[in-house]
């Protein structure tokens, strides 16, 4: 095929796709609060949190971030984010769960937290709040997914929030409105690479 006649062909191929993407974009005519869910065992999941946060402050919004299981604060993204203005943010985790070992403490410590992440949903002038490994303590039955999920439907019309961890509950799936699921693939971790800060930390 000549290059002419390939370059005809893209150009019809691009136009039939801005056509079905016009489409779409016109399609999509309201404003609401997201819920999103990033979930799966691959890497990335508070990356891409992380990442939707930097996008908000830039915007000059206000955010929040509640992270559940992780109770160490040495990680690059708290020690960025807190030092920004417009950023609320609570590590209301004691540690991973075999670190604590202890069951009903890790229940409670979840559900103090969940009265934190409460208040946060009631505050109209959080545009965007990340809650981090919420997951687990609903997996492990820490919290009730009822309450979370009627907790998430009173908050602001116009408050976004995500929610990251492995194994999302499918009624949380079904609630959200964007759910991606990350693949683990490789990671270097099974290789004998141990956390990288800047990459892991």
């Known amino acids: ?69 992780k109770g160490c604060g040495d990680t690059g993204e708290e020690a960025f984010f807190q030092a920004q203005p417009n950023v609320v943010w609570h590590v209301l985790g004691e540690g991973f769960t075999w670190e604590t070992q202890n069951l009903a403490r890790d229940i409670e410590t979840a559900q103090r937290g ?31 997914l009822t309450t979370v999920l009627d907790d998430l439907g009173k908050r602001p019309p116009m408050q976004h929030v995500v929610i990251t961890g492995r194994a999302a509950p499918e009624a949380l799936c079904a609630a959200a409105d964007t759910v991606t699921d990350l693949r683990d693939v490789k990671h270097a971790f099974r290789s004998g690479v141990r956390a990288q800060r800047g990459v892991d930390l």
């Open 1 to 69: 095929m000549s290059m002419p006649d390939k370059a005809e062909r893209h150009r019809d191929r691009m136009q039939r796709k801005k056509t079905r993407v016009d489409g779409a974009i016109a399609r999509a005519d309201r404003d609401q609060g997201l819920l999103l869910v990033l979930t799966g065992n691959g890497k990335g999941k508070s990356s891409s949190a992380f990442g939707m946060l930097a996008r908000s402050l830039g915007y000059g919004m206000k955010v929040g971030v509640a992270q559940f299981i």
């Open 114 to 144: 969940w009265a934190v992440v409460r208040e946060m949903l009631e505050d109209s002038s959080l545009n965007l709040i990340v809650l981090d490994e919420l997951t687990y303590p609903l997996k492990y039955g820490w919290l009730d």
